[in-house]
Every structure is written in structure tokens, then in C-alpha cells.
Antibody, heavy 119, light 107 residues
Framework: QVQLVQSGAEVKKPGASVKVSCKAS????????IHWVRQAPGQGLEWMGW????????YYAQNFQGRVTMTRDTSISTAYMELSRLKSDDTAVYYC????????????WGQGTLVTVSS | DIQMTQSPSTLSASVGDRVTITCRAS??????LAWYQQKPGKAPKLLIY???SLESGVPSRFSGSGSGTEFTLTINSLQPDDFATYFC?????????FGQGTKVEIK
């Protein structure tokens, strides 16, 4: 069965960077786009961007351009999302999710990673 | 950006009830709408895609309808396992946007 297992919770100081991983199994890693979505406490969901694991191409939401970097390591079927210059309002649960194409819905989601930004 | 507005934000219902959740898009998204269910501390789960297509394995008491800017998710005969938060998402254009969610609570 498809599984997306994310790395554990992180606590970071303002100005620091965080890198969250998403390890995929149960499907062909290069056959699905990986998206990142976040949910701040008590807030809605915010889409951050995607990476095509086959080509390495990325597409970022305007709100995060210049601060987010999405990468992948096909040898271990793992995608990464790094967010830099963290602020307190980056405190959120970060999810990875997969879609069969760049214009498709999210078939499966990871369990989420809580990132807390606090001085 | 396309704004997605869900209503109500909270819904109190009893087991066996029929419940309807509405999602409105700020501009036409054709039928490029998905519905997800999320339980506390868990990953969201896909229920409906392309506005009315039921994801494999999802109980048939869930149904979706609509096109353009108005969409609904209906749960017929609410079951104990259905108490959760539901949210819609458009995938017509970027950035992908979501409704704020509807929490279905036990009455």
C-alpha cells in the first residue's frame, strides 16, 4: 500500500532553516508529483509547491519563492522540503502529498510534520 | 488566486442523518474539485475527485456534485466513523487552494 512517512517534529529559532523529509513506498516514486502543503494552528491548508521526482523540476507558490527548496533522492525514494529564514508564523504542520500529474488532486498524504518556530 | 469558501464551518449531526457541505469557488473551476476527510492528528484522506467521482474504497454514502463555482459533499446516513473535518480543494489552477474546512460534530 502507498505510504508517505515524514520526519519528526522540529523546533527552530527565527531566522533558521528547516528540512522535512517524506519517504515514499508502495508505488513508483518517479511516477507521481510530490506536493507540500502546510496548516498553521487553527488555520486552513496552504499549498507550497511541487517537485517532479522524475525530472527534478519544481514549481513553487509565489508566497514561498526565494525561501523554499524542494529536492528529492530517487535512490531512497525520499523527497525533501527546506524552508529558510523561518518566522514565527511558519509554525505549522507540514504535509507531503502525491498526485499523478501536475494538474491533479492529491491521492495520498503523509502524516504531517510539526515545525515550531520560537525564540 | 481562486478563493474557496466552505459552509458551514461546523455542523452538528446525529448518526443516521444526511448532511450536506457546500463549497463555493470565486471563479469557475469546471469540475476540478476534490473533497478530503481529516481526523485529528491524521493525514487527510481523498474522498471525491473531479467533483463527483468516488475514490476507490470510499463508502457509497459519500457523494459529490456540482460544477463551475458551486459544489456539495453529501453524506447519507452519517456513521460514527464520519465525525471528522472535511475540506474542498480546487485543482483547476495554481496556486492550489482549499476551503477552510467543515467540522462534523456529534449532536
Amino acid at each position: 500500500q502507498v505510504q508517505l512517512v515524514q520526519s519528526g517534529a522540529e523546533v527552530k529559532k527565527p531566522g533558521a532553516s528547516v528540512k522535512v523529509s517524506c519517504k515514499a513506498s508502495g508505488y513508483t516514486f518517479t511516477g507521481y508529483y510530490i506536493h507540500w502543503v502546510r496548516q498553521a494552528p487553527g488555520q486552513g491548508l496552504e499549498w507550497m509547491g511541487w517537485i517532479n521526482p522524475y525530472s527534478g523540476d519544481t514549481y513553487y507558490a509565489q508566497n514561498f519563492q526565494g525561501r523554499v527548496t524542494m529536492t528529492r533522492d530517487t535512490s531512497i525514494s525520499t523527497a525533501y522540503m527546506e524552508l529558510s529564514r523561518l518566522k514565527s508564523d511558519d509554525t505549522a504542520v507540514y504535509y507531503c502529498a502525491i498526485s499523478s500529474g501536475s494538474y491533479s488532486y492529491f491521492d495520498y498524504w503523509g502524516q504531517g510534520t510539526l515545525v515550531t518556530v520560537s525564540s | 488566486d481562486i478563493q474557496m469558501t466552505q459552509s458551514p464551518s461546523t455542523l452538528s449531526a446525529s448518526v443516521g442523518d444526511r448532511v450536506t457541505i457546500t463549497c463555493r469557488a470565486s471563479q469557475s473551476i469546471s469540475s476540478w474539485l476534490a473533497w478530503y476527510q481529516q481526523k485529528p492528528g491524521k493525514a487527510p484522506k481523498l474522498l471525491i475527485y473531479k467533483a463527483s467521482s468516488l475514490e476507490s474504497g470510499v463508502p457509497s454514502r459519500f457523494s459529490g456534485s456540482g460544477s463551475g463555482t458551486e459544489f456539495t459533499l453529501t453524506i447519507n446516513s452519517l456513521q460514527p466513523d464520519d465525525f471528522a473535518t472535511y475540506f474542498c480543494q480546487q485543482y483547476n489552477s495554481y496556486p492550489r487552494t482549499f476551503g477552510q474546512g467543515t467540522k462534523v460534530e456529534i449532536k
